[in-house]
């Protein structure tokens, strides 16, 4: 095929929709413009200390700069299986049950190529974080986009779709406290979903990357549901529960047969995580519950701070129980513009970035994404900013 064709994988991907977003923000920061950035879900905390110096530590150690493997260290694997036993009262075997992945995303976007036939019909909630539906379209499968604006209408969906569909689907995405919607659900979800699977043979995918960040009740993960294990995968992050988001290091648990699938995709990819970061992700796992808890009570502080002084501003938005978001419904005056052109609006005249809805599928359109990601007084000042617009 000549260079000059479209190859045929990147002819399956949308024109990235953020694209447009961002470059208008790279073109009014070269202009001096001061943008409070809202749009992306990056932590802007340090990392805790303890961390760090776990990881300077190893770092001295020539042996740790040899490659490592590719599933993660056995000392990283424990210290994951501890996590899960704590946190959800799941037992799980580090050694067929967990592989450490290059971040949440990574851990997903292997288990998309490792399951993945081409034309599996998998089931995805749209909105979603794009890797849920692009990691199986990378990797040769059709999504079957079920509308999931609310967990409620997600499961509808879901059922209302393996009945209408010729052949049960390979696999359906849950994604709980979700992005980008910020929503949150109990046991009784994971029970029906694993209820319909299980009748169905399909493999769940469950993103818990959010495991941490809540506010009043813990997020469960779908391994507290009795027998979950048979049917499920669950991926989840360091990145947001410790500030760790460029370190890249997250984990896959659950059904042994599936973790193994992942191992032997990624030992074809990569050698694991540089060691001396896995040695300081099990210190950060293994780290005092207050650690946790002051990076909870940061977000806490800024969504209390945005919810109030946006509303000032004129923009009411619904209070996220979880994650570092606000999924924002755009204000009826300006809901013709959609998305990115209200997104695109409020940097120009309130130079506050914010995430348009649409690119995380057509469904999220009448949205937009807001994330916990300034100070409160940056928050307060965009507040301010908007208002100018709102108002007017």
């Not at 009795?226 to 049917?231: F, H, L, M, S």
């Not at 529960?241 to 890249?248: D, I, L, N, Q």
């Not at 994650?323 to 309130?350: D, Q, T, Y």
């Not at 469904?363 to 409160?376: A, C, F, P, S, T």
Request: hydrophobic residues 45%.
């Amino acid at each position: 095929m000549p260079v000059s064709e479209e190859f045929y994988r990147i002819k399956q991907l949308p024109p990235y929709v953020f694209e447009e977003v961002n470059r208008l923000k790279a073109q009014l920061r070269a202009q001096r413009r001061d943008i409070i950035d809202l749009g992306m879900g990056n932590p802007d905390m340090p990392t805790p200390s303890h961390i760090i110096e776990k990881l300077c530590e190893t770092a001295h150690d020539p042996k740790a700069h040899r490659y490592s493997v590719s599933r993660g260290i056995i000392g990283l694997r424990k210290a994951m299986a501890r996590y899960y036993e704590r946190r959800f009262n799941v037992r799980l075997d580090p050694e067929t049950e967990i592989v450490a992945t290059l971040g949440s995303k990574e851990g997903f976007a292997n288990l998309a190529q490792a399951i993945t036939a081409p034309g599996d019909v998998i089931l995805s909630p749209n909105p979603a974080y794009p890797i849920h539906a692009y990691g199986f379209i990378i990797a040769g499968g059709v999504i079957e986009a079920v509308p999931a604006l609310t967990p409620e209408q997600y499961l509808r969906g879901l059922h209302d779709a393996v009945a209408r569909l010729p052949k049960a689907p390979r696999a359906m995405v849950l994604n709980y406290p979700s992005n980008p919607t910020a929503q949150m659900v109990g046991l009784d979800f994971y029970k029906d979903a694993l209820a319909l699977a299980r009748k169905h043979d399909i493999i769940i995918l469950s993103d818990l990357a959010y495991s941490e960040i809540y506010f009043d009740t813990p997020p469960p993960s779908i391994f507290e549901v009795p027998g979950a294990i048979d049917n499920a995968v669950e991926v989840n992050s360091l990145s947001k529960s410790f500030a760790m988001a460029g370190w890249r290091l997250g984990m896959a648990v659950g059904n042994a047969r599936l973790i193994a699938a992942l191992a032997r995709v990624k030992s074809y990819l990569d050698y694991g995580a540089f060691t001396p970061i896995q040695v300081a992700g099990v210190a950060a796992l293994d780290s005092p519950p207050d650690v946790i808890d002051g990076i909870r009570s940061i977000y806490r502080a800024r969504r209390d701070v945005l919810i109030e002084h946006f509303a000032k501003a004129g923009w009411d938005i619904p209070t996220p129980e979880a994650s570092m978001f606000a999924w924002a419904p755009i204000p009826e005056a300006f809901r013709a513009m959609g998305s990115v052109e209200f997104a695109k609006l409020l940097m120009e005249k309130a130079e506050v970035a914010v995430a348009p809805g649409l690119g995380f599928g057509e469904k999220g359109d009448g949205h937009v994404r807001i994330g916990l990601v300034e100070n409160q007084q940056r928050i307060r000042q965009a507040a301010r900013n908007l208002k100018k617009v709102l108002t007017t």
